[in-house]
């Protein structure tokens, strides 16, 4: 019993109770996570409160269901990190919006996740409390910067956990570790309450074992939030009532330029094959053009350094967050400076840099106008590819899994694996990974289907159609 479609049938009949899922979840935790290092913060005492008192009679789509979040979204009274010393002890006073959306309908909250730090990085090594290891093999990163949402769910710790997406933070992993990932589209899922890395870029989104798990947990999220401007106005579909519809006659686009890049032959042959499993269910598969994504991982990153630069400032251990107890400092300069350099770790110390250089005089017009410049195109690029098709099919990442440590020093190497998922990002487009095999190494392979702004639904048609003839939900780590 591991999706929340199980556990929502087992619930109504009666055959376990609220208390035996939590349980069942934190025993997982207990047995495999000192291994993993997928949980920075359990909340044992309050979740098994509330799966006490909880009311099988209460109407909720979500109602005694145990799920896990990234430690990006803020919880009221419960520490909330981002994976950082900054905020090592920081108990928010409020709860992020789509939490509640989700406790709302009976979800219960049994802990917070491991991550790269403010949610920066590919791998899940720039953690302050340590790396989380991937479940199908511990030598390998779990990808990041959810990294540790990604792991809970293939871990089998819980149905159901949050991560947040800026460049392909929910996609990457759900593809290293075999789960389905979803980041809708921008203003889709309200942010506030979610703690800041590139606020034009930044989105929520769910990870979960299957399609159908992960469209009804996007469909509780969504929809406008007052606390947040950038939120949509528009209605929220029923997904989760859609997914089963075929795709006879969808279009289903396939980047001429994608096929240029270098891939690990058991991706591109599974993107292939993927291929034509679509056409014999009577997609029709068209070619097209997507030029400009070859500048996408430049742009991501002149972009999202500078709204980091920006939004890490009010970091300075005056109100909240790590104070140094260094006791010399001679001006209120010094002092910002040493809690920064103490609390921060490296990569988030190289993306302040960076954004403060391309924000700077001189050179502000050289590089981050010059970076919206090209973001604008390419957003004009995929509007003018979505009235050739409906969807796009493409690798998630370059190659599976990496091992711990292999990329690590090599920024360069890292920053060139998020090819594929940052074009999304930068045009503000929805996206979602399904896993469909294992390689012969044993590691999780998925792909990636992108869909116009606010077509979700036809997203989670293909992904579910994809997800039937392979069933890689079945498939359970080796241990676990």
């Known amino acids: 019993m591991h999706t929340i479609s199980e556990m929502r049938e087992a619930l109504k009949s009666k055959k376990i109770s609220a208390t035996e899922l939590v349980q069942n979840s934190l025993a997982q935790i207990d047995k495999h996570d000192s291994k993993l290092g997928a949980v920075i913060t359990l909340n044992k005492d309050e979740a098994l409160k509330k799966a006490k008192n909880w009311d099988s009679s209460r109407p909720g789509r979500l109602s005694g269901v145990p799920i896990l979040l990234k430690d990006m979204f803020c919880t009221q009274g419960l520490k909330t990190t981002a994976g950082s010393k900054m905020l090592a002890d920081y108990v928010p006073p409020f709860t992020s919006s789509v939490v509640e959306k989700l406790t709302t309908e009976g979800a219960i909250i049994i802990g917070k996740l491991n991550q790269d730090e403010f949610a920066m990085g590919s791998s899940n090594e720039n953690s302050a409390f340590g790396v ?17 949402s990604a792991a809970a ?35 889709r899922m309200s942010r506030y309450g979610v703690v800041a890395f590139a606020s034009s870029l930044d989105q929520a989104g769910p990870m979960a074992l299957t399609v159908d798990d992960a ?6 999220m969504s929809g406008y939030d007052s606390q947040d401007s950038t939120t949509s106005l528009k209605p929220v579909p029923k997904w989760s009532e859609e997914t089963s519809k075929d795709v006879k006659s969808m279009k289903v686009g396939i980047a001429k330029e994608y096929m240029d890049y270098e891939l690990d ?3 591109k ?19 097209i053009s997507l030029a400009l994504s070859e500048y996408a991982v430049s742009v991501y990153y002149i972009v999202c350094a500078s709204e980091a630069s920006s939004n890490l400032s009010r970091f300075d251990g005056v109100r909240f967050g790590h104070r140094t ?20 770790g490296a990569e988030v110390q190289r993306r302040i840099a960076l954004g403060t250089f391309t924000l700077s005089s001189g050179f502000y017009d050289a590089y981050y106008i010059k970076a919206a410049q090209v973001r604008r195109l390419m957003k004009e690029e995929f509007n003018k590819v979505f009235k050739q098709c409906d969807v796009i099919l493409s690798p998630v990442a370059s190659s599976p899994a990496f091992k711990i440590g292999e990329r690590f020093k090599d920024s360069i190497k890292m920053f060139t694996n998020d090819h594929f998922t940052t074009p999304v990002n930068i045009s503000g487009l929805p996206a979602m990974t399904v896993p469909l095999k294992l390689n012969t190494e044993g590691l ?30 079945k498939e359970v780590p080796h241990g676990l």
């Open 269 to 287: 042959a599974l993107w292939l094959e993927a291929q034509k499993e679509l056409e014999a269910s009577g997609a029709e598969l068209v070619d």
């Open 153 to 187: 769910v293939a871990a089998r710790y819980a149905p159901l956990s949050l991560g947040t997406d800026t460049g392909g933070s929910v996609r990457q992993p759900a593809h290293f570790c075999g789960v389905v990932g979803v980041k809708p589209t921008y203003g």
């Open 444 to 473: 999780p392979m998925g792909l990636q289907i992108v869909a116009q702004d606010f077509n979700e639904s036809q997203m989670f048609q293909v992904g579910r159609n994809l997800e039937s003839k392979y069933e890689f939900y």
């Open 215 to 220: 469209a009804l947990a996007t469909e509780i």
């Open 132 to 148: 989380c290891r991937n479940p199908w093999n511990t030598d390998y990163v779990p990808g990041g910067s959810s990294g540790g």
């Open 325 to 344: 107890n260094k006791k010399d400092l001679e001006s209120l300069e010094q002092f910002y400076c040493q809690n920064r350099s103490e609390a921060f």
């Open 265 to 267: 032959p058991e991706v």
